[in-house]
């Protein structure tokens, strides 16, 4: 299980390193001139495009119009030259894209966004599926919209850290063990239970019981380097990371 106290764990990052960030993304897309924009854009959509639609939706929208709007949030967003101005000392980018957004939908109230979108944007293919059926369980809890965002956010952080991980596996040739061990990144390990769950791969238990040790500290420090590249300083880690793993355990 994912935990906020892995300060032992986790990959010292230096100032030079921590400056290359999703803030750093965030300000190279407000410069609309800039040949980073357009890579900084589809960064920014393939990152946070979940959260981002779940909010919309749980705001009354339409599957279609949330799509949309979704799609027009981002191109305003990276057209808006006062994005220039920011600085990652301004908060933490969930909050920040939070509060972006409300400003958004308030001033696209009653407005045809469809029409609207495009000016050379490419768009950012949104595929709902799997998000339109979490914001049917949330809608059923009456959690409000903000909290619907957080939780959504909170997901796409740790399956990142899960994509990241099944990546570092299969560069080492690996993707077999990950494959019969990434089930116990989200349950407790069960070291009975080792022994037929990688029976096909000629594992001894005592060897299992140490990938699956290792499987869950590579995938705390992936998960913290991922927070990390949304917040301001190396000091809101570990207030975020507790967040976040409050959120997942409701």
């Not at 407005?111 to 000016?119: D, E, L, M, Q, Y």
């Not at 944007?121 to 409000?144: F, G, H, R, Y």
Request: proline fraction near 4%.
């Amino acid at each position: 299980m994912l935990s906020s106290d892995s300060k032992g764990e986790s990959v010292v990052r230096t100032a030079s390193q921590f400056a290359t960030t999703h803030w750093s993304v965030v300000l190279a897309a407000g410069d609309s001139e800039s040949p980073e924009a357009q890579g900084a854009l589809e960064k920014l959509c393939q990152t946070y495009w979940r959260p981002l639609y779940t909010f919309v939706r749980r705001n009354g929208y339409e599957p279609e119009d949330a799509q949309d709007l979704t799609q027009a949030f981002f191109e305003r967003f990276l057209k808006n030259k006062t994005i220039r101005n920011l600085a990652p000392e301004k908060g933490r980018l969930r909050n920040f894209l939070l509060t972006v957004l409300k400003r958004f939908l308030r001033d696209q109230h009653d407005r045809a966004v469809t029409a609207k979108r495009g000016g050379g944007v490419p768009l950012i293919p949104l595929d709902t599926v799997e998000v339109e059926a979490q914001i049917q369980v949330a809608s059923s809890s009456n959690s409000s919209p903000d909290h619907a965002f957080d939780r959504a956010w909170a997901e796409t952080v740790l399956q990142g850290g899960v994509e990241r991980l099944r990546a570092q596996y299969e560069t080492e040739g690996r993707a077999a063990l990950f494959a019969k061990l990434s089930p116990y990144l989200t349950r407790p390990a069960d070291r009975s239970g080792y022994a037929g769950s990688v029976e096909p791969l000629n594992m001894e238990a005592n060897t299992v019981a140490a990938e699956v040790f290792r499987l869950r500290r590579r995938y705390r420090e992936l998960v913290r380097a991922e927070v990390a590249n949304t917040v301001a300083t190396p000091a809101e880690i570990d207030s975020e990371m507790g967040y976040l793993v409050e959120l997942l355990a409701k």
